[in-house]
């Protein structure tokens, strides 16, 4: 089956615009996670949802950040008014929760450059 | 909070020979998951291996296994007989045993491959 999708796969904006940014996770996982990775960085977690609760989003850096999970399937990524230091790579993932083990997998990213 | 440190940024490994990735971590948690990852320049996470904190045994996978020292909350990875296609960055992650929790990665360390 396909896995975890996500588009673009590279995006170049000027500072202060708006950028979205998708993921298709794998058909009936029910949990979708977004990462950020910086140049030469781990990964930061962002944000999480699991089904219909409400999304976990402790790690959303400020108010310019969102993400939206429609019918429990594709996420969308916003970053309102871009800067400098948004520039990086931004992952999804997503898990069958009702697996023991709960793995995550992994799309290729989305690189953003904010010029 | 939990945190993971790789304190290795580069390492390099002779092709067919064997080389050993650190990682430590801290949490006040006594059951848990720990992963490794490998992110080659495709920037594609793969799960290499995934060790439960309740196991003693160690994990293995092929050519990869673990040495999980729960006590000091140690957890390497060691590759033998390395090959070209090993070349990639490796990341630590820990993650609660509670379901859809996210991940926290260390900082990385970049495995080079000499022929």
């Known amino acids: 089956g396909a896995g975890v999708s996500q588009s673009p796969s590279n995006k170049v904006t000027e500072k202060g615009k708006d950028v979205e940014l998708r993921c298709d996770p794998i058909s009936g996982h029910t949990a979708l996670y977004w990462y950020r990775q910086s140049l030469g960085q781990g990964l930061e977690f962002l944000i999480y949802f699991q089904g219909n609760s409400a999304p976990d989003k402790s790690g959303l850096p400020s108010d310019r950040f969102s993400a939206e999970r429609t019918g429990g399937s594709v996420s969308t990524l916003t970053i309102q008014r871009t800067q400098q230091e948004d520039s990086a790579v931004y992952l999804c993932?997503?898990?069958?929760?009702?697996?023991?083990?709960?793995?995550?997998?992994f799309g290729p990213g989305t690189r953003l450059t904010v010029t | 909070a939990q945190t993971v440190t790789q304190s290795q940024p580069e390492m390099s490994v002779q092709e067919a020979e064997t080389v050993t990735l650190s990682c430590t971590y801290d949490?006040?948690?006594?059951?848990?998951?720990l992963f490794w990852y490998k992110q080659p320049p495709s920037r594609q996470m793969i799960l290499v291996i995934r060790?439960?904190?309740?196991?003693?045994q160690n994990a293995t996978e092929n050519r990869f296994s673990v040495n999980f020292q729960k006590a000091a909350k140690s957890f390497s990875l060691k590759i033998s007989d390395s090959q070209l296609g090993d070349a990639a960055m490796y990341f630590c992650a820990y993650r609660t045993r509670n379901a859809g929790n996210m991940l926290t990665f260390g900082g990385g360390t970049r495995l080079m491959v000499k022929p």
């Open positions: 949490t006040s948690e006594s059951d848990y998951y």
């Open positions: 993932a997503s898990s069958l929760v009702v697996q023991k083990r709960y793995e995550q997998y």
């Open positions: 060790q439960e904190a309740y196991k003693q």
